[in-house]
Nanobody, 123 residues
């Protein structure tokens, strides 16, 4: 599976962005999909994940209620809608695919990673 993330940019605090991650390969729908982020000088952290069918989502506490993950198994794309953005959301955002049976926030369970897209939130 090859992943291509897009949609990052510069936005003011309180604004919104929608990230997209297009996946190649016929087996896309067999993967749990996730979003992670990494800020300068910090470790990569879990943001959100979605089950293969899209019925089960998980979120980091820091984004719960503000971010929404979704997927389109026809378009082979996973999305991350980010609302009420804060300066602390500034990071490179990565999408990833996991062959895990269940939605997971553990980065080591993800087999494939996209190249990342920069999100910068100004105060």
């Amino acid at each position: 599976v090859q992943l291509q993330a897009s949609g990052g940019g510069l936005v003011q605090a309180g604004g919104s962005l929608r990230l997209s991650c297009a996946a190649s390969g016929r087996t896309y729908r067999t993967y749990v999909m996730g979003w992670f982020r990494q800020a300068p000088g910090k470790e990569r952290e879990f943001v959100a994940s979605i089950s293969r069918s899209g019925g089960v989502n998980s979120y980091a506490d820091s984004v719960k209620g503000r971010f929404t993950i979704s997927r389109d198994n026809v378009k082979n794309t996973v999305y991350l809608q980010m609302n009420s953005l804060k300066p602390e959301d500034t990071a490179v955002y990565y999408c990833a695919a996991s062959s895990s049976t269940y939605s997971t926030g553990n980065y080591y369970e993800y087999d494939y990673w996209g190249q990342g897209t920069q999100v910068t939130v100004s105060s």
